[in-house]
């Protein structure tokens, strides 16, 4: 697919006719790039999953033009805090975790009962949703990668992945949107933002802190983000003298600086890039930083930032997920891939068994043939609910919107290993069949359309296997 750069109203009429046909595009708004499709069609929603490589278990932020049109996405009466809250930050970088309505799609919410739903500021933006409706959007980059601030971040990430980039110039703001939960009390701050903590707890009194279950409901909270390919190491300090006596100890010719200007200036290395003066600046200046020291290809990217103040803290929030571990030898943490076909009962089932084991190691799963956003089989539900595991907010994924590498590519067939090759080249060596990894001959057969006792007996044998293979995966843990 040709990736085409269009501006102005020309270019929003087009970008509205590629949504109408049921694409994505990237689009600007005042916080990042978002990669927009028709928030109420499934199949548009499931082409952003397989463009940015994004896990299906991530949900979509809506993007609607006016308060009236959120009655459309979230199911009423409203919490009391809504109308406040669009009244003084709408349109703006303020995104509202709501009840959702039956009409947005489950891909769209990650098959959550709540949707995220904010109205941008930007003038493109609001052009583009006026003239072909309310969108579903992350940022427009592939998983893990910093979010775009220019048309030609995005280029850089989904040239070839999507039919146009609507340029609307650099985004104001620099970091995505804050998400806060009212469909709580009291309200829950998900994840930090463009907007800061005190003008909206200026709104709703003090802000709750969430747990694991809540941050599901919010993009930008579980999986890794904003990573460049260099690995990226958190300096805590802005002090000018105590960063370039750090500097002077740890770093190797061939690391590269992000800090704020009078640090740049005091350290004085070739590849520096300033975060400007004072967190506003930083915020802006942020990703598109990462993005432009990253092509000197450093062997690591050092990022200097101490300030919580305002946005100061989305900064922080930012950085504690771009950093990699500061040993620079460390790569990312391994996770078993299980895969079967469709993603909806053996390999969703293996993996929620096998994270129930507390190995250390994750589990994730795939299907060689799996469209986007399929729940689990309701008899897999079952099962895993007789042997303490969750499958309800399981939904499926093909092996392109798999991010990372995994340790191992666990299938439950011989054509299923096939077509892991076929589709996923680069795995091919870590491919391994279940059952022979658990020290068996065979394979895992489908249990499809032969009732709950096959589902209830796959369980079980899967448990069982899983136990063999535990050790051979974590011996520490066996």
Not at 222 to 247: F, I, M
Not at 263 to 274: D, F, I, K, T
Not at 420 to 444: S, T
Request: proline fraction near 10%; aromatic fraction near 6%; charged fraction near 20%.
């Amino acid at each position: 697919m040709q990736t085409r750069v269009v501006q102005g109203e020309a270019g929003v009429k087009e970008a509205a006719e590629w949504i109408r046909a049921g694409w994505p595009v990237a689009f600007p708004t005042e916080t990042v790039y978002g990669l927009g499709a028709d928030a109420f069609s499934a199949e548009a929603a499931s082409r952003i999953f397989l463009a940015k490589g994004r896990p299906a278990d991530n949900p979509l932020i809506v993007h609607v033009l006016d308060v009236d049109a959120v009655l459309a996405v979230a199911e009423p009466p409203l919490p009391p805090l809504a109308k406040p809250l669009a009244d003084r930050f709408w349109p703006g970088p303020l995104t509202l975790v709501l009840p959702a309505r039956d009409a947005v799609p489950a891909v769209v919410r990650a098959g959550l009962a709540t949707v995220a739903v904010r109205c941008p500021s930007h003038p493109v933006a609001r052009a583009l949703i006026a003239a072909a409706g309310p969108l579903a959007a992350p940022s427009a980059n592939r998983a893990g990668r910093p979010s775009p601030t220019r048309a030609e971040d995005v280029l850089e990430d989904l040239g070839g992945r999507i039919p146009l980039i609507l340029d609307g110039g650099p985004t104001w703001n620099g970091v995505e949107s804050t998400v806060i939960d009212i469909s709580q009390d009291p309200p829950l701050l998900l994840r930090p933002g463009a907007l800061p903590r005190a003008a909206i707890e200026a709104v709703t009194g003090p802000l709750g802190e969430p747990d694991a279950g809540s941050l599901r409901r919010s993009p930008g909270t579980r999986h890794r983000h904003y990573a460049p390919v260099a690995p990226v190491t958190w300096l805590e300090e802005d002090d000018p003298e105590k960063v370039w006596a750090w500097w002077r100890e740890h770093a190797a010719a061939d690391w590269a600086l992000l800090a704020p200007a009078p640090v740049v200036a005091r350290v004085g290395v070739p590849w520096a890039a300033s975060l400007g003066e004072g967190p506003v600046e930083a915020a802006q200046r942020l990703f598109a930083g990462l993005r432009d020291l990253d092509r000197f290809h450093p062997a690591r990217i050092v990022v200097a930032w101490r300030s919580q103040e305002g946005v100061g803290e989305a900064v922080r929030n930012r950085l504690a997920k771009a950093a990699t571990p500061e040993s620079p030898e460390a790569t990312e943490a391994p996770f078993l891939l299980f895969v079967c076909t469709g993603n909806t009962c053996r390999s969703p089932l293996a993996a929620a068994l096998w994270n129930r084991l507390n190995t250390g190691i994750p589990a994730e799963s795939a299907g060689v043939g799996a469209v986007l956003g399929a729940p689990a089989a309701p008899e897999a539900v079952a099962a895993a609910k007789r042997h303490g595991a969750e499958l309800e907010t399981h939904r499926s994924r093909p092996l392109q919107a798999v991010v990372g590498t995994p340790l191992w590519v666990v299938v439950m067939t011989r054509d299923q290993a096939r077509a892991v090759v076929r589709q996923r080249p680069e795995w091919a060596g870590r491919i391994r069949l279940l059952r022979e990894l658990a020290g068996e001959e065979g394979e895992v057969e489908d249990p499809l359309g032969r009732g709950q006792a096959a589902y209830d007996i796959l369980a079980s044998q899967l448990e069982r296997w899983l136990v063999a293979i535990r050790h051979a995966v974590a011996p520490e843990d066996a």
